[in-house]
Structure formats: C-alpha cells, structure tokens
C-alpha cells in the first residue's frame, strides 16, 4: 500500500466528495441494501429491529438512536479507524482511487463521476432470488465456453487444490463471449434476470453477461444450502478493483450488484469454523484440511458483514472460531490488524468464543515464508500426518474454547 498519497489540496477534496457521494454504494458492499431500513451500525447500540436508515437528500445514514454517518465514519466504525488520514486512504483504496502499483502514489478519480453517477439518482437494482442466481451459475460452470483453461488449472493445482476439488467446487473460465454464454443458458430455458453478471441489451430485451474481466470464476458457496452465492473472478490481469472482482451488473438494464458474500464451507466438523479472508483462499484451507473442519471467508477483512449473518443464525449452538487472517495482522500499523481486532470483538459480542492462528513464526515473530493458511498449508499439509497433526491442534483448541458437553453419539 502507498505510504503517502500524492495529491493537490484540491485533489485530495475531489476525492474526499467522491467518496462520500458514494455512501449507497459503500453500504451495497457491505451487503445492505440502503432502500430498506437495517440494523444500527452504530456499535454502541444493541439494535435488533433494524432501525436504520440510508437518508438521500443528506447522504447519510441515521436512526434513532443519534446516529448520523456518512462513508468516513463508516469506514472509522468497520476498520477501526479514528485518524481521518487513515479513514480517507481506506476509502481510497476501497473505492479504486489508487493505482494498482505499490509505488503509485497518484489519485485517479474518474472524470466526469458526477454525471455518470449522480448520486440522489442512485437506486439499487434488486438482485434476484438465491435459487435462481445459484441455478444459473451452476448452469455456467457447465458450459462448453467456460470449460476451465489450462493456465487456470495449473495456479490452482500450484496452490494446492486437486484435480478431484478444481472439479467438484467447479472452477471454470470467463468465457470470451458474454453473449455466448448467456444465449446458451437461456436456450437451457433459464431466464437470467437480476443475476449478478447478467443483462439484457437493445430492443428486444436480449440477454448477455459482463465478460470484461478474463480470468477464472471462484464459485462462493453456501454449503449449507448447497447453492452458489455468487462468483468471483480471479482476474489474469488485475486492474484497478484488484485480483478478485465479484461478477456484477449494477446499473445494467435487468442486471444486479452482486454484494459482498461470504463462502460457507461446512465441514465433518461443524463446532468448529475457520474464518479466513477471500473466496478462493477458503475454499483451498478447507480441501488441504480434508474437508474435516469447517470454514468460513470473508469477502474482505473488513467486510464481515455476511459473516454477522452467520453467527446470528448461529446464535446459542456450542461452536467456536478460529480467526486465520493473513501473517500481516501482526504488524500493529496494518488495516488488517485493525480488521482482525473488530473480527474478534464481533465474534465475542456475538456470544462466541474465538482463538487467533499465527504460523510460520519463530521465537512469536512472523519469518514472512507465507502470508496466507493457505500458503502455510499447502505445504504444510503435504504428507498426510501433516494434515492429522494440524487437525489434531485444532481439536485441541477446540476444547479449551467450547463448554464441556454431556457425551453423546
Ligand atoms: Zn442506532
């Protein structure tokens, strides 16, 4: 991340308006839809009915409780930033601002953003059923055009996953022909309207798909449903939305946003989940590990909110987290450390209890070999008594978690 952002007094208001225009579409991100009323953000207010609001005409939100946000305040409450030069490099970086080099240091606001994107025009477009997203993206994954490449294949056997998990979790490419794509599932007789990715073009309403991105599809699961969430793409070239973009047609006509989903991996052991960061990383930490665990990512470190979902749905049962963020939480100045805290007060606040993983360290520094679980497992895991000496370790912090329970089958 740049240390410094390189940018005139004007520039840096530019921005600073940019981002706070874009207060729906921050709230979208985090999987509210700002045309309902949502539970109370702010922290301090144990809010069970849903009190909030997204308020157009001052672009904020507010409820009764006295509570009036906009995008800054936001980004302060989620990420756990007070210092306002750490909230608007957040909001940069969310936004897309900041170039996708490290030493790039320039702000990038697109021109014109006013008049493409008025914001007391904004409305979200609703999003269509969970059955019929996951129908056709399961439809997708089948299709001759986007049979999996063989480059894509290659980073995911590289990254740990066997041919027999690239198969079954349905790893696919982005076809080169959106038209094609949709034309093939319409023609299957499944109408993809409000799907994320899909929309319809000229007219005669005929359908096609964003295929702009090329790369490969991370299908986000919800194991407990057994429906595709959405879809992530791993990008071959990444731009300025970074490696992985959720496949989306916000403002497409009869398109969708996508939100920011989570991936819900349940494994032979549902007491204890892993809760890790990213579509793709979840997926490999829950095959290196048998599928014995469970796991559960994050879109982003700093959206959880899908995962607040989870443990409401989870709320009384015995069961315990085990916080598995990147090795990079361990430098006191990083988001991701501040992200990490705010996981785990969530998780506590929540009535669970969680434990934080580190590896790779030696004398409780971190020696930088792997970022990810997934890196650290990859290897890790390669014969077999890694993987049971691995399981073995979080059983045993399993039991120092959970409350005792009577024994039964
Ligand atoms: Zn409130």
Redesign the pocket.
């Known amino acids: 991340m740049a240390a410094k952002i390189r940018a005139s007094k004007a520039e840096r208001n530019e921005a600073k308006e940019y981002i706070k225009a874009h207060l729906p579409q921050y709230l979208e991100r985090e999987g509210i839809n700002p045309e309902r009323n949502f539970k109370?953000?702010?922290p301090n207010?144990d809010?069970t009915h849903g009190?909030?609001s997204y308020h157009r005409p001052s672009n904020s939100c507010a409820?009764?409780?006295?509570?009036r946000y906009d995008t800054f305040d936001l980004i302060g409450i989620e990420y756990g930033l007070t210092d306002f030069n750490e909230k608007f490099k957040k909001g940069c970086e969310i936004f897309g601002l900041l170039g996708q080099e490290e030493n790039d240091e320039d702000l990038k606001i697109p021109a014109n953003w006013r008049e493409i994107n008025p914001p007391d025009e904004y409305k979200l477009p609703e999003r269509a059923e969970d059955e019929l997203c996951s129908k056709v993206y399961y439809r997708l994954t089948k299709l001759k055009c986007t049979k999996l490449k063989e480059e894509h294949k290659k980073d995911l056997l590289r990254r740990g996953l066997s041919e027999e998990d690239i198969k079954r979790f349905r790893f696919c490419s982005v076809p080169d022909s959106g038209k094609e794509a949709a034309g093939e599932i319409v023609s299957s007789g499944i109408f993809p309207a409000k799907v994320p990715g899909f929309y319809t073009y000229g007219h005669y309403s005929i359908y096609t798909m964003v295929d702009d991105t090329k790369g490969y599809y991370c299908p986000a699961f919800d194991g407990e449903t057994n429906q595709i969430a959405g879809m992530q793409i791993r990008a071959d070239n990444p731009q300025k939305g970074g490696k992985y973009i959720w496949l989306s047609s916000s403002r497409k006509h009869d398109g969708a946003s996508s939100g920011a989903l989570p991936t819900i991996l349940p494994g032979k052991d549902t007491s204890l989940w892993i809760v890790t960061e990213g579509i793709l990383k979840a997926l490999i930490i829950y095959c290196l590990l048998g599928k014995e665990v469970s796991v559960i990512g994050v879109p982003g470190v700093g959206t959880i909110g899908g995962f607040k979902e989870f443990m409401k749905k989870k709320a009384g049962l015995n069961i315990c987290f085990v916080e598995a963020y990147d090795m990079d939480k361990v430098d006191e100045n990083k988001v991701v450390k501040q992200a990490q805290q705010n996981l785990l007060r969530e998780i506590e606040k929540n009535g669970f209890k969680a434990h934080t993983l580190t590896w790779d360290t030696k004398n409780g520094q971190w020696q930088k070999n792997y970022k990810g679980l997934d890196d650290f497992l990859c290897d890790y895991v390669k014969t077999k008594s890694g993987r049971e000496k691995f399981i073995t370790y979080l059983k045993k912090i399993k039991a120092s978690l959970l409350q005792p329970q009577t024994k039964t089958a």
């Open positions: 109370c953000l702010n207010h809010d009190d909030m409820c009764h409780c006295g509570a």
